[in-house]
């Protein structure tokens, strides 16, 4: 009995805490799917923090274990130069995160291709060709229309994402709540 309780108050806070974070992903995507610039600066400039953050870390390592070893300091310098960088001019950023992602989708689109050919005689396995097209159209696009269009695909690719993410974490979050 006592086991049961646990379940449905873990079924309640699931509940609650997915339809909160469902509905703010929800409306983060859409403002990404309808202002895709303002999203692809947005990614930008967070990504431009992560990395001198990650330089800082790094330099803080190196200060501790290796204060005299020039080598050592490449790396916190390379990240923050470029964190910074990114800062200063955040188009150059959502251009490079879209050339990423356009090199991303290829290797996927080749991964998926390769694993739907070992797949070929079972069920379904014309799926992840399916899966290997859409990569490769969708970085087709990323690089026919690099850099100009990258400004507005990268928010909308990352608004869509935070779209269906919060309308899934929403989904289930309703579903739960009538299980409790």
Do not use: C
């Given at each position: 009995?006592n086991?049961?309780?646990?379940?449905?108050?873990?079924?309640?806070?699931?509940?609650?805490h997915?339809?909160?974070?469902?509905?703010?992903?929800?409306?983060?995507?859409?403002?990404?799917?309808?202002?895709?610039t303002?999203m692809?600066?947005?990614?930008?400039?967070?990504?431009?923090?992560?990395?001198?953050?990650?330089?800082?870390?790094?330099?803080?390592?190196?200060f501790?274990?290796?204060?005299?070893k020039?080598l050592?300091?490449?790396?916190?310098?390379?990240?923050?130069v470029t964190g910074i960088?990114?800062?200063?001019?955040?188009?150059?950023g959502?251009?490079g995160?879209g050339l990423l992602l356009?090199?991303y989708?290829?290797i996927?689109?080749f991964?998926?291709?390769?694993f739907?050919?070992?797949l070929?005689?079972?069920?379904?396995?014309?799926w992840?060709?399916?899966?290997?097209v859409?990569?490769?159209?969708?970085?087709?696009?990323?690089?026919?229309?690099?850099p100009?269009?990258?400004?507005?695909?990268v928010?909308?690719?990352?608004g869509?994402s935070?779209?269906?993410d919060?309308?899934?974490?929403?989904?289930?979050?309703?579903a739960s709540r009538?299980?409790?």
């Amino acid at each position: 009995m006592n086991q049961l309780f646990l379940e449905q108050e873990m079924l309640k806070r699931f509940s609650k805490h997915s339809i909160i974070e469902g509905i703010i992903l929800v409306i983060i995507g859409a403002i990404g799917i309808f202002v895709p610039t303002l999203m692809s600066l947005t990614v930008s400039l967070f990504f431009g923090w992560l990395l001198i953050f990650g330089g800082l870390t790094a330099g803080y390592h190196a200060f501790k274990s290796y204060k005299t070893k020039w080598l050592a300091w490449l790396k916190p310098f390379i990240l923050i130069v470029t964190g910074i960088l990114i800062l200063i001019f955040p188009l150059m950023g959502v251009e490079g995160i879209g050339l990423l992602l356009a090199v991303y989708l290829f290797i996927d689109a080749f991964a998926s291709f390769s694993f739907g050919f070992e797949l070929r005689p079972l069920k379904g396995w014309v799926w992840m060709l399916f899966n290997g097209v859409t990569s490769a159209v969708l970085a087709a696009i990323f690089l026919i229309g690099w850099p100009l269009d990258t400004l507005w695909l990268v928010g909308l690719f990352v608004g869509i994402s935070l779209f269906f993410d919060g309308f899934v974490l929403l989904a289930l979050g309703i579903a739960s709540r009538k299980k409790s």
